[in-house]
């Protein structure tokens, strides 16, 4: 498992990954909140294989990609109220995020990444809760008081969107099982969207930056977390021209960090020792720098899987 951080949230985890590459559409899921889900959108899926990258803030995992387009610019249903008004390259943005969509077939079943929604946002609270209080070892009964501080940041978080944005990420593993939550993530873009207190070493505002990944404790070991790393970095690619990418690593997190540095990414700052006078774990800053994409299928000339 992997961990990354947010500004008072820190979290890392991790999984493993498994991928095979063709060409899907993507049909109706039964999930346990929704009898019936049906993606939003009915644009075609365009699936390009994606191979390696790992990096967590909350669980994650690795393997392949894709998008989903259109021509004609996705309506804003589920637009947040963010309470200003946006410049027409913001709506942009929005509406790419809207849009975009992530589908691989895994050895164990299949994975579909897109934004959160309004309404998934209290089964993602629960996810990221969860995963804390295991990370830092809480007692169970922390889960409740967490799930509402956790609330609370990703209502805040929204209000900054289209500088940041949360995914999740649906497993299936068959087409007779529910359709489940099974993983999220966080990407920052630029210094809009930035956390105002950022963990320590602290990475450049108006870098991109991944945090709070995190997956489901019983489907880890799949590649799920590899797969919302390789969705982050390629919202990336397509949503700023800055090309070096920033996250954290807990040093006792062995795992996670040999993923991403398999992944591509290095180690730029390690916290100073006298840190853990404040009860934190030591973390390490790490850092890759992506490639600038002219279409979505690039990607897979470096993300190869560390695992098969």
């Not at 309470?83 to 050895?107: M, V």
């Amino acid at each position: 498992m992997a961990i990354a951080s947010t500004s008072y949230l820190p979290i890392y985890l991790g999984t493993q990954p498994h991928s095979h590459h063709n060409l899907y559409h993507i049909p109706h899921f039964r999930t346990h909140q929704n009898p019936i889900f049906t993606p939003k959108r009915t644009h075609p899926f365009v699936v390009f294989p994606k191979h390696t990258a790992f990096n967590i803030i909350f669980p994650l995992s690795t393997s392949q990609s894709s998008f989903s387009s259109t021509s004609s610019a996705p309506t804003l249903q589920n637009a947040l109220q963010t309470g200003r008004f946006l410049t027409n390259e913001e709506l942009e943005k929005l509406q790419f995020l809207e849009s975009y969509r992530y589908f691989q077939e895994l050895k164990s079943g299949f994975l579909y990444i897109r934004m959160m929604d309004q309404e998934e946002m209290d089964m993602t609270v629960s996810l990221l809760s969860e995963t804390f209080a295991e990370s830092m070892l809480l007692p169970k009964g922390y889960v409740r008081f967490l799930e509402y501080l956790v609330k609370q940041y990703l209502i805040e978080r929204r209000t900054l969107m289209p500088h940041t944005a949360t995914l999740v990420g649906f497993y299936k593993e068959d087409e007779e099982e529910d359709l489940q939550l099974a993983g999220t993530v966080e990407v920052c873009f630029n210094k809009k969207g930035a956390n105002a207190s950022p963990p320590t070493p602290t990475p450049p505002k108006n870098s991109p930056y991944i945090s709070n990944m995190t997956v489901k404790e019983s489907l880890r070991r799949r590649g799920i977390g590899w797969h919302l790393l390789k969705a982050s970095e390629e919202l990336i690619a397509h949503m700023t021209s800055s090309r070096d990418v920033y996250l954290h690593c807990r040093m006792i997190d062995e795992a996670p960090l040999n993923m991403y540095i398999k992944a591509g990414y290095s180690i730029v700052r390690t916290d100073n020792i006298l840190v853990l006078l404040t009860l934190q774990r030591r973390k390490h800053l790490m850092c890759k720098q992506i490639p600038v994409l002219t279409s979505p299928s690039e990607m897979d000339t470096y993300s190869q899987e560390p695992y098969s």
